[in-house]
């Protein structure tokens, strides 16, 4: 797994290529720490590159949300297809998350 990040106006865009498993979630969860102890509280994460999410995937990424809502912030999810867009259609985590079709347009409805 690799996690890219770049500042977009008022959100963190965390790019996540790769697989996002039992793996790599430390990571991603260490990265997301590291992200909000620096201040920041808005973020899109880009699914484009992610080729395969796991259950230890699904459970970091909502302790994550968790966490950043704790902070009076917010995540949103970007370009989510193939396989990993039916692990969260069969999971019932497309109705937690709020999944936008681009980083774009998850950028506007962030920015509201």
């Known amino acids: 797994m690799n996690i890219q990040t770049t500042k977009e106006s008022t959100a963190m865009v965390v790019t996540v290529v790769g697989r996002l498993d039992a793996v790599t979630a430390p990571e991603y969860e260490q990265k997301f720490i590291a992200l909000i102890s620096e201040g920041e509280s808005r973020f899109i994460v880009d699914f484009e590159k992610l080729d395969y999410i796991s259950s ?11 966490r950043v809502k704790g902070k009076s912030g917010a995540i949103v999810l970007a370009n989510i297809g193939g396989t990993v867009k039916e692990v969260f259609d069969i999971s ?21």
């Open 56 to 66: 230890a995937g699904l459970r970091v990424l909502l302790a994550t949300a968790k």
């Open 92 to 112: 019932g985590f497309g109705s937690i998350f709020p999944m936008y079709e681009s980083v774009a347009t998850a950028l506007t409805a962030v920015e509201k």
